[in-house]
């Protein structure tokens, strides 16, 4: 089966799951239900464990439980994202809040947890309970910090890496360790997987930053510049201000100083980025991530699934 046939095969297995694992009893929670479903994106964290757990010789069925725990655990992080950034829309459709209701999105958001953890104790294993709640603490202390500094000049890239480990990388780390753990992989080569998750999280997390300035519109789901437009300084941002000279920094914190931003401040900033070739450099940074990525993956023998992984992995490269 070529990798789109096998990727469009999985979405529709994890989203059967989804509807089966979220148990509700309002008709409210039955239309969120379905609206979350429905919008849901394009499943890849559960689909890379998936792919994890076959190139780890895996051959069982609760990949199925697990990935869908993990997608639960996400989609939960996305409606408590959304309430907290005030979004309108995600992935070009209303947000739950903006339809909603921005209470209800926070009580949806807890309820998918809460079904979530449900199902997880369901497995009987406390490894795989251990590694899932330790995501959900990252997620929580990932957005606080991130409120602590979303608007400090003085953010580095120390900070940034600890946002993106618990919004984004702990996940990715899980979902590998948690491949692991169900392949029974030994105890040295679950840190190993787990390692690899993270490295991979945090590169999907820089891309998506990466295309807000870059990529946004009608092909990606995102609103163009949406980070800029909230004063985030995320990474495409401070990379720039690694390499911008004195007065182009202080230009830069200048734009990011403002209580909003305007069109002609997004000019300037898709200008500054166009001065010090940012474009080129994450698009080379990310392709020697990739490689790192891929050779991690020739220790395994080859599968339709490591295929699958890598035609992934090619388009992170994107930018």
Not at 29 to 40: F, H, N, P, Q, V
Not at 56 to 76: C, M, Q, S, T
Not at 262 to 268: A, L, P, R
Request: net charge neutral; proline share 3%.
């Amino acid at each position: 089966m070529k990798a789109k046939g096998l990727k469009d095969l999985l979405v529709r297995k994890f989203d059967k799951k989804l509807y089966e694992i979220i148990d509700e009893d309002l008709r409210l929670l039955a239309e969120i239900k379905d609206y979350t479903i429905r919008s849901g994106g394009k499943r890849i964290r559960p689909v890379l464990h998936y792919c994890m757990c076959r190139i780890l010789g895996y051959k069982g069925e609760k990949y199925a439980d697990v990935g869908a725990i993990a997608e639960l655990i996400h989609a939960a992080s996305l409606l408590h994202d959304d309430v907290v950034d005030e979004a309108q829309t995600r992935r070009g459709v209303p947000s739950v809040g903006s339809r909603f209701g921005n209470k209800t999105a926070i009580l949806a958001g807890d309820y998918l947890l809460a079904c979530g953890i449900y199902h997880l104790n369901r497995l009987n294993s406390p490894e795989l309970m251990d590694i899932f709640t330790q995501v959900i603490k990252d997620l929580s202390v990932s957005e606080l910090v991130q409120m602590e500094w979303e608007r400090n000049p003085k953010i580095d890239s120390d900070v940034y890496d600890r946002v993106v480990y618990g919004k984004t990388a702990s996940l990715f780390g899980a979902v590998c360790q948690a491949a692991g753990i169900l392949a029974e992989v030994p105890k040295k080569n679950l840190k190993k997987l787990h390692e690899f998750g993270i490295r991979l999280g945090s590169l999907f997390q820089k891309q998506d930053d990466a295309i807000d300035y870059f990529q946004a519109g009608d092909q990606t789901g995102k609103v163009p510049l949406k980070d800029f437009k909230n004063g985030l300084y995320t990474y495409p941002v401070l990379r720039l201000l690694e390499k911008a000279d004195k007065n182009d920094k202080k230009l830069t914190h200048s734009l990011f100083a403002k209580e909003e931003r305007n069109e002609h401040d997004e000019v300037v900033i898709l200008s500054l980025l166009n001065r010090y070739n940012i474009r080129k450099m994450l698009s080379e940074e990310f392709r020697s991530d990739v490689e790192e990525l891929l050779r991690f993956l020739k220790g395994f023998p080859e599968t339709e699934e490591g295929a699958l992984v890598r035609d992934q992995f090619r388009k992170l490269t994107e930018v």
